[in-house]
């Protein structure tokens, strides 16, 4: 059996291959903006609560009265109530000495150290801390009594949740657009590369829809440019290829037609050779089989050129389509099969044809199609039982089938599909005498995928011995 094609390794594709680094582009592009985002917004939003504990601090300060009992917080109740209270945040104030001990305000605020407190008296100074398990921002402003030898340090501090949230609007604002935008550009991307992939595309449409044999150039226009010298390649390819398959044609038609003369000359001689030794007195017993033998070798050599002639005529005569032509297919196989029929009546055999009376229309080539029907029959009554069938049926969707089956000991399935491969007779055909050539299923196959049908095979135990089914299109 032939060989199974080895399964095609292909490389990656244009558009990963162009994705791909855009893609880890913008992968850091995204991880260095999701890090600069967490920064921008860590800074903008300490930024502005620390300068708001700072007003705030400074704003307490300013409250600092000194009298001979001490400092002294100023504040209203109102005042107390607006510093105080926040609907997402814990804040808390106090005002302590210089030992840390509270003077005024909520005692559970965190008090910073002296060092800091120090610092503050200069301007507010910021600092982290807890505040009843929660962590917190504060600001801490100490003032010095201008009489007294005293000092003081006022203290805010407010909780980071609104902070949070503002890092983290920040933080989305940024990324999302981000993240959009790259999902916008890659499909953009994507597009257009697909896009600019499309005329390479059509073209291998276009070569998938080709007939074997048409080695028209491909086209060139809307190529993409660096596309074009691969393009002009494959054309250059497929003009040498149509030059050599043309080349070899013309050496097997011109071959086959040069030998026939000589053959057939050969074939009279032999004739001329026997008439003259059977009118000669003595044994003619020794002569005779080697007679017959030449007369069988001519005969089949004979066969053989004429279908090497055939297979070249068909590749010819049928590449072009206007060649083919929907035709009624009952006469014309009936035509086909009536030399054959007389063959096998006088081989005591049998040839039915099964044929609705209605015209049964179909794609074909009024010639060829016969020589495919000839060969089948041929074929049949070489090697099949005394009863071969041919049918014909119109499809339902349009077109035909016709079927050339036999009752003979059909052909083993591994075999099947190497019925059609030119000068393949089974096994050990060099020892058959049957006037085989083995180019008549190849011929019938060649002459059927250029009318642009089918033809398949099918053997024991499926059907009584060996069918062939055509099916030819609309």
């Known amino acids: 059996m032939a060989r199974p094609p080895e399964p ?104 910073p150290n002296a060092r800091l407190r120090q610092a503050g008296f200069a301007q507010p100074r910021l600092f982290d801390a807890e505040f009843d398990g929660e962590p917190v921002r504060g600001a801490v402003f100490s003032l010095k009594s201008p009489m007294l030898d005293r000092s003081v340090s006022v203290i805010v501090v407010e909780t980071k949740n609104k902070r949070t949230v503002l890092m983290r609007d920040l933080q989305l604002s940024i990324v999302l657009p981000a993240l959009a935008l790259g999902a916008v550009t890659f499909a953009m991307i994507g597009w257009g590369i697909r896009r600019g992939l499309q005329p390479l595309r059509d073209v291998a449409t276009e070569v998938s829809l080709r007939d074997a044999q048409d080695w028209r150039p491909l086209p060139l226009q809307n190529v993409p440019r660096e596309a074009v010298p691969l393009i002009e390649r494959i054309n250059s390819l497929l003009a040498n290829v149509e030059s050599s398959v043309q080349l070899q044609r013309r050496f097997v038609a011109d071959a086959a037609h040069q030998l026939r003369t000589p053959v057939a000359g050969i074939r009279v001689l032999a004739q001329n050779l026997a008439e003259e030794l059977a009118a000669a007195p003595g044994d003619q017993a020794s002569w005779r089989p080697m007679l017959a033998q030449l007369e069988r070798s ?102 035909a089938v016709v079927e050339v089956e036999d009752d003979g000991p059909g052909v083993p399935a591994d075999q ?26 190849t011929i019938a196959r060649e002459v059927v995928l250029r009318l642009g049908g089918r033809i398949d095979a099918a053997s024991r135990p499926d059907v009584a011995g060996l069918r062939f089914t055509i099916t030819l299109a609309a």
Request: hydrophobic share 45%; charged share 25%; no cysteine.
């Open 8 to 111: 095609a390794v292909a490389g990656p594709s244009v558009r990963r291959a162009l994705l791909r680094p855009l893609l880890w582009s913008w992968g850091i592009g995204l991880l260095a903006a999701v890090i600069g985002a967490y920064w921008l917004a860590r800074t903008s939003a300490n930024v502005a609560f620390d300068r708001g504990l700072q007003d705030e601090v400074s704003a307490l300060a300013a409250k600092v009265t000194w009298s001979d009992r001490g400092p002294l917080l100023d504040l209203s109740r109102q005042a107390m109530e607006i510093v105080t209270w926040d609907r997402d945040d814990r804040n808390g104030y106090a005002m302590v000495d210089v030992e840390g001990n509270t003077l005024a305000g909520d005692s559970h605020v965190p008090v």
């Open 298 to 399: 001519t005969d089949r050599l004979s066969r053989l050129i004429g279908q090497l002639l055939s297979l070249a005529r068909s590749e010819t005569a049928l590449s072009m389509d206007g060649e083919h032509q929907t035709m009624d297919l009952v006469p014309l196989l009936r035509e086909s099969a009536e030399p054959l029929v007389l063959q096998a009546l006088r081989q005591g055999r049998s040839i039915v044809l099964e044929a609705p009376e209605a015209p049964v229309p179909a794609r074909a080539h009024p010639i060829w199609l016969g020589e495919v029907v000839n060969n089948l029959l041929d074929n049949a009554l070489r090697y099949g039982g005394p009863r071969v069938t041919l049918r014909v049926a119109p499809r339902a969707e349009g077109g």
């Open 416 to 441: 099947l599909s190497r019925l059609f491969e030119p000068f393949w007779r089974g096994e050990r055909a060099d020892l058959r005498n049957d006037g085989g050539t083995g180019l008549g299923l």
